[in-house]
């Protein structure tokens, strides 16, 4: 897409009404302000085009979701969609996940997912899965929060369950290559982002890891 593209997807998501940027006076009112339910919150961290966030909130109406990552024109998609679909329990927020804590509470957040996130191959201190991440992501979780991750890269699989080993977290599901499973859950198998896609034609196996942190 062209940079006027771009720009007109900016301009979308700033007068969205479910789009948020960097509004730290939301920090512990999600429930009240923005969702106006007391249903617990699940974060989806570096969203993209919102694929999964908007997936899971169409299956499970008792609960709210949150579609976070800092490229406005990536985020537009599945607000956009839930906007003409009148999905009443998705918000997107713009903002850096390492900035995360300026933006929610401790024990605002219920549950994570990260889809298919940039394995950073060379920049260990950059995955969504390090200690360092981890760390964070705590400040802001209720007591017993779940970590939901769905990678193509083995890579980044291993790497997060070397985390989880050193820090002796509970696994809660663990999977190599969850189409293989005899039975795979509906909202695992049938929601599935762009690059997800992309990588199952490539023949690639979707690894699943759920933990708590």
Known sequence: MGQVGKLQKFADVTAFENCYERVAELKGKWKTDVFKNDNPITVELACGKGEYTIGLAERFPERNFIGI????????????????????????????????????????????????????????????????????????????????????STRFYEFSKEIIADQKLTILQDSDDIYAWDEIPEHLANIQTFYEQMWLDQGKKIKFLRYVI
């Open 69 to 152: 990552d800092v490229k406005g024109n990536r985020i537009w998609k599945g607000a956009k969609y839930a906007l003409e679909n009148n999905i009443t329990n998705v918000a997107f927020h713009r903002l850096m996940i390492g900035n995360i804590e300026e933006y929610f509470e401790k024990g605002e957040i219920d549950e994570f997912w990260i889809t298919f996130p940039d394995p950073q191959h060379s920049k260990k201190r950059k995955r969504l899965t390090n200690a360092m991440f981890l760390n964070r992501y705590r400040n802001i979780a209720k007591e017993g929060a779940v970590m939901n991750l769905k990678s193509d």
